[in-house]
């Protein structure tokens, strides 16, 4: 009898034990709960970043002060995927005018170089590292037109976090120092690249303590003399020198002559909710017609990890995408025909085209490895909101490191295509496609959601998973980015690549062998990989309890927090 009873509570206990593992949330993909604030909140990819941020707000700062710094501490530890030497786009909502705000700051062409100079030199792409790939970096400029409608603290308190770590040093962390390692067989034999970035001789490991003197320095001068010191000064004169002695073009007059613009960023509503993102040069509205094609299907019916869902999403992309290839492009070359391209009635004509129950080999337009990127978003205790993205374009960019300056220069000028009447093609002076998208969500005139998710053309992808994880599924913050992601690659691409087999599928762990099964069988072509599903970070609004939710995910070093 005794015996009997030991063995009762042994299987009652192991029981217990058993039921105590269920997540709490339900789901089969890790998690964690969203964090929550009332008076600020910065959302990163590198923690330090994220402190960085929040003792700028409790300075008094704003949340535009914060994104800055955040931006050139990024810029100092995540080399990988931002820095000055490349570009930003930012959607800002000012709770003063009630208003949201776009910021193109990205850089043009050198106007000394000519489609008819690749062409005479044989070249059918433009190249992805070396002088040739470099256009006008516009972070810079981007952070003082911000500062300048935006700010509050002068860019000395704003920039001296990331001077300090500069001068001082910081551990890299585990996912950054392997990047750093990738990055030295294709990047290693650039002029000044070891000798900014492997001082020692090779890449610094995790945990241990690196410093970037020369980026402290720069940053430094720009702080105390603003942002003509970097497009004007002695830094310009020095990157003009290092370009011209590596056969590349750029010049100081295409410094000197650089500026951002101020647009109106452009909207779709998803079932009630205003999504915005930034016109082209940009990808941005291909979230937009992804959305828009999908709403005419009763997504939040099905299982998120469906083959239905999955294969209307997957062709929903391969659509959009088709229209990406053709015509996103810098609207002031090309007519972009913007507004027919995110109409309901254009998607109602797309999604017709669609086969519930077999995957296209090939879409016409209507009418890869990774590129690497920072996003992160601030808001503030006045209600302010920024959403920013910020890249060298394929990580450490062209590889190009101007000497005593402390960054790279980014390679987006590959981005170009050089066929001939391309709305896209090369031109002097021209701003190439761009992958970078902030995203932000409005419901009834007020701010509800800045996100985004980095990782090339994963972005449009991953911002219509993020918005359709929440809206049609009903996860929280944290669990939509947290949640599995498909990622479809071999689509045509705006320099020229086309798609001709349908391209491939990969899909992240946590998906059932059933699902993966069905969509093989719907003539998908699914492949594993391991990596290329983007990082996300994100911040929500709640104006009944007037508190923000903040969220960051595993799949970069990143963290939200809040005071």
């Not at 044989?122 to 409608?149: C, N, Q, R």
């Not at 290693?188 to 303590?209: H, W």
């Not at 082209?280 to 997504?299: F, H, K, R, S, T």
């Not at 449009?460 to 944290?478: E, K, R, S, T, W």
Request: hydrophobic share 35%; with cysteine.
């Amino acid at each position: 009898m005794k015996k009997a009873i030991l063995i009762t509570i042994a299987l009652i206990t192991f029981i217990n034990t058993i039921e105590g593992q269920d997540r709490i949330t339900g789901h089969n993909f890790a998690t964690r709960s969203e964090v929550i604030a009332r008076n600020g909140m910065a959302a990163t990819s590198h923690p330090l970043a994220t402190q960085a941020a929040l003792d700028i707000l409790k300075q008094g700062g704003s949340a535009v002060d914060a994104a800055i710094t955040a931006n050139a501490m990024l810029g100092l530890m995540e080399p990988t995927g931002c820095g000055i030497g490349g570009d930003l786009f930012a959607i800002i909502w000012d709770s003063e005018t009630e208003k949201l705000y776009g910021l193109n700051a990205s850089g043009r062409s050198p106007k000394e170089l000519t489609r008819d100079y690749f062409i005479e030199k044989g070249y059918e792409y433009i190249p992805s590292s070396g002088a040739l790939s470099v256009s006008v970096p516009g972070t810079v400029d981007g952070w003082f037109e911000m500062h300048k409608k935006f700010g509050i603290l002068d860019m000395e308190t704003i920039l001296k976090p990331a001077i300090d770590y500069g001068r001082n040093g910081f551990p890299v962390t585990e996912l950054i120092a392997y990047y750093l390692e990738r990055s030295v067989g294709r990047l290693g034999n650039f002029p000044n690249f070891r000798e900014t970035y492997m001082p020692d001789g090779r890449m610094p490991a995790k945990g241990e303590i690196f410093r970037n003197p020369y980026l402290a320095n720069t940053y430094e001068i720009i702080a105390r003399e603003g942002r003509d010191a970097f497009y004007k000064g002695e830094i310009a004169r020095t990157i003009e020198k290092y370009i011209r002695e590596n056969g590349g073009y750029m010049s100081y007059d295409d410094m000197a002559a650089h500026y951002s613009e101020w647009v109106d960023p452009v909207s779709g509503n998803y079932r009630g909710y205003d999504i915005w993102q930034l016109p082209p040069n940009g990808q941005g509205i291909a979230v937009l017609q992804i959305l828009n094609i999908l709403e005419g299907y009763d997504i939040g019916s099905m299982d998120p990890d469906s083959p239905e869902y999955l294969h209307l999403f997957i062709e929903a992309k391969k659509l959009a995408f088709e229209d990406r290839a053709r015509y996103y492009a810098d609207m002031d070359f090309s007519p972009v025909p913007l507004e027919k391209l995110i109409s309901q009635d254009y998607a109602d004509e797309r999604r017709a085209l669609i086969d519930p129950d077999r995957a296209a080999r090939r879409y016409e337009a209507g009418l890869t490895e990774q590129p690497n990127t920072i996003y992160l978003t601030v808001a503030d205790k006045e209600g302010n909101m920024v959403s920013l993205i910020q890249s060298n374009y394929r990580g450490m960019g062209s590889g190009m490191t101007p000497p005593g300056l402390g960054f790279v220069l980014q390679n987006r000028g590959e981005g170009f295509t050089l066929e001939p009447g391309h709305f896209n093609t090369y031109e002097p002076g021209k701003r190439p496609f761009h992958t970078i998208i902030p995203g932000f969500i409005t419901r009834d005139g007020l701010p509800f959601m800045s996100f985004g998710v980095m990782g090339g053309d994963m972005q449009p992808q991953g911002h219509a998973q993020i918005v359709i994880n929440m809206i049609d599924f009903g996860m929280n913050l944290q669990e939509a980015g947290d949640a599995p992601r498909v990622y479809h690659t071999g689509s045509s691409e705006p320099t020229g690549q086309k798609m001709d087999d349908g391209g491939r599928v990969m899909l992240e762990s946590g998906y059932p062998y059933e699902t993966i099964r069905q969509l093989i069988k719907k003539g998908h072509r699914v492949q594993w990989a391991v990596g290329p599903f983007g990082g996300y970070q994100a911040i929500r609004y709640d104006p009944v309890n007037e508190v923000y939710y903040g969220a960051s995910e595993s799949r970069k070093d990143g963290q939200a927090a809040g005071y």
